[in-house]
């Protein structure tokens, strides 16, 4: 069967040129991963801008919004549960994951077509030689010349170690098509899941933050129902005290938690469909498709933005064909 595997792929080894079909227009090539840092600074700046400038223009003082207590009640309240309700290896991912927002919203272009034209090599490579020529490779992926010349691929571990020890299936020959396909499926779903853990995180908190804030609130009605006796300008300043709790709350959730929430959610959902395309090009593979139409087969997985053109692949494919034989 390798045999006959063999000699199909050698009479298709990249996508077939489409017959009557001709692009009118070029899409427009989208930036590497999506830089977030600029969409993330420019969001804090409305968020914050709008909020406080609408405040001012309505002749308020940006000195009573500074109530030291009611930022300590909220961002420790909120934070101490976030601790209790997280595990300490879901805490420590939050901090990265928020950290890596302000590098890339996930996969893009560049990312998609690194990793079909990885597949691509190793597929070929499975047809030409056989599939026990895949072992060295994913024994041992960081001294391969193959996946360790593909940097983004070789950076995302989880991706490593889906490709790698699936493949190791592949050469051991202990799974048909279906249930190697069914395993990569239920791989994919604890991946997808460990991806949200973070942004469920997120949820939570800002879930959380506007209760916090009546908290807040209230104890400080407290203090001043105390105080009533003291006149009406300082029982009037503290309850203006108190009702920042409340504004922070519901502040700090809506304008910050929430939407990084979001951000992360969006960006485990594009490496979702990252994962996804190379479990398309395996599947397909295993079946007997030849690389090149595997990997057509995983790029029409990609979402259309990060999705490389069929032209691109076509030539990044036949550059390959031509690095080979010199």
Not at 9 to 27: H, W
Not at 63 to 80: K, R, S
Not at 114 to 124: A, C, P, T
Not at 130 to 155: A, M, R, T
Request: overall charge negative; some cysteine.
């Amino acid at each position: 069967m390798d045999g006959a595997r063999g000699r199909e792929g050698s009479r298709v080894s990249a996508p077939p040129r489409e017959r009557g079909l001709k692009r009118t227009q070029e899409r427009p090539i989208s930036l590497p991963g999506e830089k977030c840092l600029l969409k993330l600074i420019l969001g804090l700046i409305v968020v914050i801008g709008c909020v406080l400038g609408g405040y001012v223009l309505h002749h308020g003082e940006l000195i009573l919004l500074f109530v030291p207590t009611e930022y300590l009640i909220i961002v420790g309240c909120g934070g101490g549960a976030m601790i209790i309700q997280n595990p300490a290896r879901v805490l420590v991912q939050v901090v990265k994951d928020l950290f890596g927002l302000l590098g890339s919203g996930g996969p893009g272009k560049a990312e998609h077509l690194e990793v079909l034209k990885l597949n691509y090599e190793l597929m070929q490579l499975a047809r030409k030689d056989g599939v026990l020529s895949l072992e060295e490779h994913v024994n041992d992926p960081d001294k391969s010349v193959i996946i360790s010349k593909y940097s983004s691929f070789i950076k995302d571990r989880h991706a490593v170690h889906f490709l790698c020890d699936t493949l190791k299936l592949f050469v051991a020959g202990v799974l048909d098509a279906h249930n190697l396909d069914e395993l990569m499926e239920r791989d994919l779903e604890v991946l997808h899941h460990e991806e949200l853990e973070t942004a469920n995180a997120m949820t939570k908190l800002a879930d959380s933050l506007p209760a916090i804030g009546i908290v807040a609130a209230v104890l400080g009605i407290i203090l001043t129902m105390a105080s009533v006796d003291e006149g009406a300008a300082v029982v009037g300043q503290k309850i203006a005290g108190a009702l920042v709790g409340t504004f922070l709350g519901v502040f700090m959730s809506y304008g910050f938690a929430s939407p990084l929430a979001g951000s992360l959610e969006s960006k485990a959902a594009a490496k979702s469909r990252y994962y996804q395309c190379i479990r398309q090009i395996i599947a397909a593979s295993v079946n007997g498709v030849n690389p090149g139409m595997a990997v057509e087969v995983g790029r029409r997985t990609i979402y259309s933005v990060d999705r490389p053109t069929f032209e691109e692949l076509e030539e990044s494919l036949r550059e390959i064909k031509s690095g080979a034989k010199g």
